[in-house]
């Protein structure tokens, strides 16, 4: 029985971003690793509106060919029309996802110690115990592995993370590509009650073509007739369409014995904007290193995993993370006339002007303790969260936890 079981030291689930990106960053370290994917291609099918802000470049040595366009300015359009337009030193990218999730897997793919395995499905983990030592077993759709630590990487749905009792909460996602007359310049994030848990986006790839997107938890399918009604869009002139999940929520307990997750798996993802490649590409570095401690150590319990990531992710995108969260749960409530209000005190010229030094996509932390201190901004939160008793536990909620 034990010939017919491949020993690794690590087995990571899933080939996408997280998990190429770790991979990268462990291919020199001669730990044996094992990749699952259950795609035949890597990058595809492809489910990302490549909007990423300049943080990337901080963190990987980005190739230029990657990178399509560049956005100078951020249009946001409240429910009935009316729009504000921000622009500050931020210039996000517009990236070629496929070619990024592909950038890391050319990298290792021929190394002695790295395997990818295409096309094979994680099905299954058990605990074992050998010579004292715990281990695991994991059962994909085509082999048996031993390893050591199990990296889940698998996304909004993820296996490994249901195998340890995490279950996300996801919203559904829609968009093309079609060709249009829009500002090669400019993002746009259209908000409504409707799909109040995201927005509608138009991100301009270049050459004419821009990506339309939303992502919802409901009605997807109505909601996005409607919002290509609004951009006055013909459906049937789209290039492609592409689907996909965004998970939904606070960041995931990350760490488990010999186990740790990465990525959407562990909701890495800004709830403001469903943008998860930041998150990601930061906290796969704390996991690379919490790993070479692992082996160095011998070590691989929970207590190990949580000293060298789950704490250092939590210190960092962990808070930034759930300052995205309260965001979003006071968006959620917004009616028309409150976007209505905020758009009008945002329009403000101090406003404009604060957003455009302290505004960051990524880490709001900043930015939020600015607006705070705002003579009109403190008061319109004050009267909104009394308005709704409900949204104010909740927030309490979300803070003390
Ligand atoms: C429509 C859409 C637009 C987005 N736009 C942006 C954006 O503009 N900017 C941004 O920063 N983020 C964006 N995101 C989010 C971003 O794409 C994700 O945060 C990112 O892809 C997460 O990478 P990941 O590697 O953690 O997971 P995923 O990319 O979800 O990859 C998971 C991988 O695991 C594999 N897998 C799953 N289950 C198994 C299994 N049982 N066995 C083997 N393999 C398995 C999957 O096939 C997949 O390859 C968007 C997401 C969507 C859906």
Redesign the pocket.
């Known amino acids: 029985m034990d010939r017919n079981i491949e020993k690794f030291d690590i087995c990571i689930?899933?080939?996408?971003?997280?998990?190429n990106y770790l991979c990268y960053l462990l291919s020199n370290t001669n730990l044996k690793i094992a990749v699952?994917?259950?795609?035949k291609e890597i990058g595809l099918p492809l489910?990302?509106?490549?909007?990423?802000s300049q943080k990337l470049v901080k963190i990987i040595n980005l190739p230029k060919e990657i990178v399509l366009n560049r956005v100078k300015v951020a249009k946001i359009v409240a429910p009935k029309g009316k729009f504000i337009k921000l622009s500050g030193v931020e210039e996000p990218y517009i990236i070629d996802?496929i070619a990024l999730d592909r950038l890391f897997h050319e990298m290792v793919k021929n190394k002695k110690n790295i395997h990818y395995f295409l096309g094979?499905?994680?099905k299954t983990v058990e605990y074992i115990k050998e010579s004292g030592e715990k281990l695991l077993v994991i059962e994909t759709s085509k082999r048996v592995l031993k390893v050591k630590m199990l990296i889940g990487?698998?996304?909004?749905?993820?296996?490994v993370a249901k195998s340890f009792g995490i279950t996300n909460k996801i919203l559904y996602?829609i968009?093309i590509r079609i060709s249009g007359k829009f500002d090669e310049d400019e993002a746009a994030m259209y908000f409504n009650p409707r799909w109040k848990e995201l927005f509608g986006w138009i991100?301009p790839e270049g050459n004419g073509v821009v990506r339309v997107?939303m992502?919802c938890s409901q009605n997807l399918t109505k909601n996005f007739q409607y919002f290509i009604k609004q951009l006055e869009l013909d459906f049937e002139k789209k290039i492609e369409q592409?689907g996909?999940?965004?998970p939904y929520g606070m960041m995931n307990k990350l760490a488990f014995n010999n186990v740790l997750l990465?990525?959407?798996?562990a909701c890495q993802?800004k709830t403001t904007t469903?943008?998860?490649?930041?998150m990601?590409l930061t906290a796969a570095n704390y996991a690379a290193n919490c790993i070479q401690k692992c082996f160095i150590n011998g070590n691989f319990s929970r207590g190990i995993i949580k000293k060298y990531y789950e704490t250092p992710c939590i210190s960092t995108i962990g808070k930034e993370l759930k300052i995205h969260y309260l965001i979003r749960t006071f968006l959620e409530k917004f009616s028309n006339n409150d976007y209505e209000t905020i758009f009008q005190i945002i329009k403000t010229s101090k406003i404009n002007n604060l957003i455009t030094i302290y505004g960051d996509m990524d880490f709001p932390k900043a930015i939020i303790f600015k607006l705070l201190k705002n003579p009109l901004v403190f008061p319109f939160l004050i009267k909104f969260t009394l308005k709704y008793p409900n949204i104010f536990i909740k927030l309490l909620k979300i803070l003390i936890k």
């Open positions: 689930v899933g080939a996408s971003l997280a998990g699952i994917e259950e795609h489910q990302c509106a490549g909007i990423v996802r094979e499905k994680f990487c698998d996304g909004p749905l993820s296996s996602a968009q991100v997107g992502a592409q996909g999940l965004i990465l990525g959407d798996s993802v469903g943008g998860g490649i930041i990601l």
